[in-house]
């Protein structure tokens, strides 16, 4: 499969738990975004990174939340003390960057329910 | 308020009716993306247009980029089933490609 994998599909967790969301980009892309979508709203975007790079996280909440892409291995979104605001469907899109960088392959989605 | 505002809100059409949803903007983009999500799936990129004016198509559905690339258009020739589903459009204001989505429009193309 060389599209967006994204890890678990469906997550629950209960409130002040940590929930950790996995991200592998498609074969050849080195630039990863996450996205929130809320019930009933659209997409919107958290954090963008290059590999070992956050370049932009003017999208993520101050507190809690967390993301990193390390040199080996998936992209990570993290998010601490779980309350039940965080429900949500996350995905996370990769890109070849470069004159490419609109255009991004959104994954599945990981489904996370707080409870 | 969104930057992007799709228009209908919500769609539904028998099976070989013709549609329009409507992408609009203040702003100028120096691209534009249009995407279909399906329940519990992620976006798929349909198409991708960057030139004002810009005309691409994709089997029965046709996408226009407007003159002074502050708006798009997504037409259906002849709607199947298939192709119920949301359609977001997105675009970047950045050069590195944070995308703002509009609202979406849900349409239902009944047989």
């Known amino acids: 499969n060389a599209g967006v994998m994204q890890n678990p599909r469906h997550l629950v967790r209960r409130r002040g738990q940590e929930a950790r969301l996995r991200c592998s980009p498609m074969?050849?892309?080195?630039?990863v975004y996450w996205y929130r979508q809320l019930p009933e709203e659209g997409l919107k975007f958290m954090v963008y990174l290059q590999k070992e790079n956050i370049i932009d996280e003017s999208g993520m909440p101050k507190e809690r939340f967390s993301a990193e892409f390390p040199k080996e291995g998936p992209s990570i979104l993290r998010i601490q003390q779980v309350v039940r605001g965080d429900s949500a469907a996350y995905f996370c899109?990769?890109?070849?960057?470069?004159?490419?960088?609109?255009?991004?392959?959104f994954g599945p989605g990981t489904r996370l329910t707080v409870t | 308020t969104q930057l992007l505002e799709q228009s209908p809100q919500f769609l539904s059409i028998q099976e070989g009716e013709n549609l329009t949803v409507y992408c609009n903007s203040s702003?100028?983009?120096?691209?534009l993306q249009w995407y279909r999500q399906e329940p519990g799936e992620g976006p798929v990129l349909l198409v991708t247009?960057?030139?004002?004016?810009e005309v691409k198509k994709l089997k029965r559905l046709t996408f226009q980029f407007g003159d002074a690339r502050k708006d798009s258009s997504l037409h259906i020739t002849a709607a199947q089933p298939g192709d119920t589903g949301l359609y977001l459009c997105a675009a970047s204001t950045d050069s590195w490609g944070k995308l703002q989505f509009g609202a979406g429009t849900q349409v239902v193309v009944t047989p």
């Open positions: 702003s100028v983009f120096s691209s």
């Open positions: 074969k050849g892309h080195s630039h």
């Open positions: 899109a990769s890109s070849l960057g470069g004159t490419r960088y609109y255009e991004q392959y």
């Open positions: 247009v960057v030139t004002g004016g």
